[in-house]
């Protein structure tokens, strides 16, 4: 193997499989793949993957498309299913319920945002909602689906979509394509971590005594942090005081009926639960606070309100929420579970895998490893987790429900400064402020805050330039032709049998298993 930069990093050791570390391998690979550096992944088949959610976010196609992966044989082989967005049902209040679109909502009036003429039309007393105008929520009430980029032109080509998808096909999936670009899967269980005089992780070894070296480590361990938190003590920003869920307990079970395009979010006494439907199975979960629900309390509230016949006995997942306060660390970068954790409310847990490899590509280091590479790095990955927090605690903290003692303590959280700050710019007048790299879009953030009462108390004077009467004839004319557009589409389930069905699967398959 031949090197042309003389310091260049000569050997990537990932320690952990799962999807973090089959993502990262597939990523690196693709890069790596006509030498320059060796790829190792230490993996034990005692292990099992932890994947809560099982579900993605746009971006995540994003993945695909730049390692060359055919979306079709993608979603065939993890049984995926299309998911438009994600209901939200009781958050508000007990009966109410919320649509959360991926894609565009209306579109512009003249050279106005659509949401800043939609407020002048409810502030004249228009009776429209919001999601009537996004394609992607009318698809979802509809169980429609069509590919948006086939419908350009039309309302329907504003949508966008993400998949549901089963977590350990995933990383099956990937470890197939990392090993046929020279990837080398390692099977053992690392028993210590050896490091050099400078604190920085010099080799792994394992438990039968063979010794794994290199120059830059991925951490892929989960929830144990073996490199970035166990060896090398990087702290840990707990987020548990505002986001108060700190236990899961899932099942899978057969799919009653066509399987819908959005995952289904349902506030309950002491958390919330969670069913996606793939293909040929629905994954469930309820994610709650061990503070106001017991084990026996949760299991009960799950399986009390299946949908189909389990297939596997429900299993328990603890979490703490939070993040490092530095994901990388000397020559050690956290990806996935290991570097931190957000509850799965907004599916988020692969794309932050996908944006850790991404970051890591773009300040990609020598042996050196450059100070300002890793602070940049450090700080673009922080705010990525820090604005999904808001995200979520959003969800909550304007919520009216104090009908139990969890959602009373819900309402005491404390709220982060920076969502303050932006809600309090958009309570003003509709205005968002822009993230980093605006993990979510002007969409998400209007659509959660409608759906949680949050309106502006004004539309922006600019808006008046422009006459009433047009924006209320495009709103009367739009939306009636946007469902019309829908109702024409196949159903989802239509629509997967039809384009990418997935075979049934050999076996069910808990999608995560306790992790030691």
Same mark, same amino acid.
């Given at each position: ?10 050997? @990537? ?22 030498? &320059? ?11 099992? !993957? /932890?994947?809560? &959610?099982?579900? !993605? ?10 390692? %060359? ?16 967005? /994600? ?100 099977? %053992? ?9 400078? &604190? ?16 830059? =480590?991925? +951490? ?49 006494? &002491? ?12 994954? $469930? ?72 490899? +991404? ?32 995200? @979520? ?101 239509? =629509?997967?049998?039809? $384009? ?17």
């Amino acid at each position: 193997m031949t090197h042309t930069h003389p310091n260049a990093i000569r050997k @990537i050791v990932i320690v952990g499989g799962g999807s973090a570390g089959w993502i990262a391998a597939a990523m690196l690979s693709h890069y790596f793949q006509r030498g &320059g550096c060796a790829i190792e992944l230490v993996e034990s088949e005692e292990i099992g !993957t /932890i994947g809560v &959610g099982e579900s !993605t976010i746009p971006p995540f196609l994003q993945l695909l498309a730049s390692l %060359g992966i055919d979306e079709q044989a993608f979603i065939q082989a993890t049984q995926a299913s299309f998911k438009l967005g /994600i209901r939200f049902e009781d958050w508000k209040a007990e009966g109410e319920r919320y649509l959360h679109p991926f894609g565009a909502i209306g579109g512009a009036i003249g050279p106005h945002e659509f949401y800043q003429c939609w407020l002048r039309a409810k502030a004249a007393g228009h009776p429209s909602e919001l999601q009537d105008f996004a394609p992607g929520s009318v698809m979802a009430e509809q169980g429609k689906f069509m590919l948006p980029f086939k419908a350009r032109g039309t309302l329907i080509g504003g949508a966008s979509y993400a998949l549901h998808v089963d977590a350990r096909l995933v990383a099956r999936f990937l470890r197939d394509y990392a090993e046929a670009r020279g990837v080398k899967r390692t099977e %053992g269980i690392v028993s210590d971590v050896i490091t050099h005089a400078d &604190g920085s992780v010099a080799k792994v070894r394992m438990k039968d005594g063979r010794e794994i070296e290199g120059d830059l =480590f991925i +951490d892929c361990t989960g929830f144990r942090s073996l490199l970035i938190g166990k060896t090398l003590e990087t702290p840990f920003d707990d987020w548990s005081d505002m986001l108060l869920c700190d236990r899961a307990v899932v099942v899978q079970t057969e799919n009653v009926g066509a399987p819908h395009p959005y995952t289904l979010s349902k506030a309950e006494a &002491g958390g919330w639960r969670w069913r996606i439907p793939l293909q040929h199975r629905a994954g $469930n979960g309820y994610v709650f606070c061990s503070r106001f629900v017991s084990d026996d309390e949760a299991r009960a509230t799950l399986m009390g309100q299946l949908e189909g016949r389990p297939l596997m006995e429900p299993m328990f997942i603890p979490f703490k929420t939070g993040v490092r306060q530095r994901l990388w660390e000397k020559n050690v970068v956290a990806v996935g579970l290991a570097g931190g954790f957000i509850e799965p409310l907004e599916s988020t847990a692969l794309h932050l895998i996908y944006r850790g490899v +991404d970051f890591l590509l773009r300040f990609f280091p020598d042996r050196d490893f450059d100070p300002a590479l890793r602070a940049e790095y450090n700080r673009r990955m922080v705010a990525d987790y820090e604005e999904i927090r808001d995200f @979520i605690v959003l969800h909550y903290c304007k919520t009216q429900r104090d009908d139990t003692p969890f959602w009373r303590a819900v309402r005491a959280a404390p709220i982060p400064d920076s969502l303050k700050e932006r809600m309090a710019l958009f309570e003003g007048a509709g205005v968002l402020r822009e993230g980093v790299d605006n993990m979510f879009r002007n969409p998400s953030w209007q659509s959660v805050m409608e759906g949680m009462g949050a309106r502006p108390r004004r539309y922006q004077q600019l808006v008046d330039t422009i006459p009433y009467e047009v924006i209320r004839q495009t709103l009367d004319q739009s939306a009636p032709m946007l469902a019309a557009q829908v109702a024409g589409l196949p159903s989802h389930g239509e =629509f997967l049998a039809k $384009n990418c069905p997935a075979p049934p699967p050999e076996a069910p398959v808990a999608p995560f298993r306790t992790v030691a």
